[in-house]
């Protein structure tokens, strides 16, 4: 089946098909395993790891182990694995780790993927409703100036490279509880529909839009400098919902906790910080990693829920619910 994604783009397989739901139940079996309640956290630059964090009392549980790179990213896979997006010069990797934080193999080796021939750095990553995976990507020539940036495709059960799908600069890209494919770029978001093939501006306001999180109610929040913008499903903005205070300079990410309040993380202070998921109140420090990961010589990144087990059963009962059934994909912008 070709993919039609627009001039530049030279398309590959993909079907949606029983697999994937053999997948999610993998996801309920495999995540059933890890401890419930944790947040993994990427953090570290010369031996870096992920870190875990209870998700109860904000307290260091230990190092998962460690993933070789500069990760600045991580989502949950089909397969029940957790995939993980690292940032090296030209040379970026996205690896899977098992819902304990143990590594269990690289999904794209460092240099597979050939943007141009210049290599990639895949940055933030989703999955598609397809299956694929989906990565914004920065590539930096430091001495030569040259960069280029977009949204690249990756065979979900190989890992193998299968073009860019957009060439523009991408901030975060994340999956919608409409299976619609959400991607930020400076000032819009838009959306694909992988049922009609189609390509929709989500919202085209001008405002930054950092990093992006679906709430337990559905909505999009969107981390924006020094506020959480909140998004119903149509694109309407309902409003600032969290308002950060400046002493937190660096930004970086956010999710949604099991009892259902914000968690975002800062790289300056190597903190995660909590507001209420009702209100937007801002209800402190939840945990300090500053002993754990040294600044300015270590990185924090991107966080991530580990689901409890119930978690895993609810995605079972949403997608046989869904009646997906194969369709040819026809991505245009």
């Known amino acids: 089946m070709r993919h039609t994604w627009g001039s530049g783009y030279v ?17 309920f079996v495999l995540g059933g395993s890890a401890q419930a309640n944790e947040f993994f956290v990427l953090g570290g630059d010369s031996d870096p790891n992920i870190i875990r964090v209870d998700a109860t009392t904000g307290q260091f549980i230990g190092n998962g182990g460690s993933v070789g790179e500069s990760f600045y990213d991580m989502t949950w896979g089909p397969d029940g694995y957790i995939y993980g997006a ?11 780790f098992r819902s304990d934080g143990s590594f269990v193999s690289a999904f794209v080796p460092p240099g597979l993927a050939d943007y ?41 059960q190989t890992g193998a490279y299968m073009g860019a799908v957009l060439t523009d600069s991408i901030t975060d ?40 999180a679906f709430g337990p109610d559905n909505d999009l929040y969107v981390l924006s400098n020094h506020s959480v913008l909140q998004y119903d499903s149509q694109g309407n903005l309902l409003g600032t919902f969290a308002t950060i205070s400046s002493t937190f300079t660096s930004l970086h990410d956010l999710t949604f906790g099991g ?73 245009s912008s």
């Open 11 to 27: 398309a590959g397989t993909n079907t949606l098909s029983a697999h994937l739901i053999r997948s999610v139940i993998a996801l």
């Open 173 to 212: 890209v994340a999956r919608g509880p409409d299976q619609q494919l959400y991607v930020a770029e400076p000032g819009t978001i838009r959306r694909y529909n992988f049922t009609t093939n189609a390509w929709s501006t989500f919202e085209n306001n001008g405002l930054a839009a950092d990093a992006m």
């Open 259 to 331: 009892e259902g309040d914000l968690y975002v993380t800062d790289e300056n202070t190597m903190s995660i910080l909590r507001f209420d998921g009702d209100t937007g109140a801002p209800l402190g420090t939840f945990s300090s990693l500053a002993s754990v990961i040294q600044f300015p010589t270590e990185s924090m990144f991107g966080i991530l829920l580990v689901p409890e087990p119930s978690a895993g059963m609810i995605a079972i009962a949403a997608i046989m619910g869904l009646g997906i059934r194969r369709h040819r994909l026809n991505f």
């Open 116 to 156: 141009g021939n210049t290599g990639t750095n895949p940055s933030r990553i989703a999955f598609g409703a397809d299956g694929n995976l989906y990565a914004s990507s920065t590539r930096f020539q430091l001495f030569g100036g040259f960069s280029k940036q977009g949204l690249l495709e990756f065979n979900g």
């Open 86 to 96: 690292g940032m090296g010069i030209g040379n970026g990797i996205i690896n899977r």
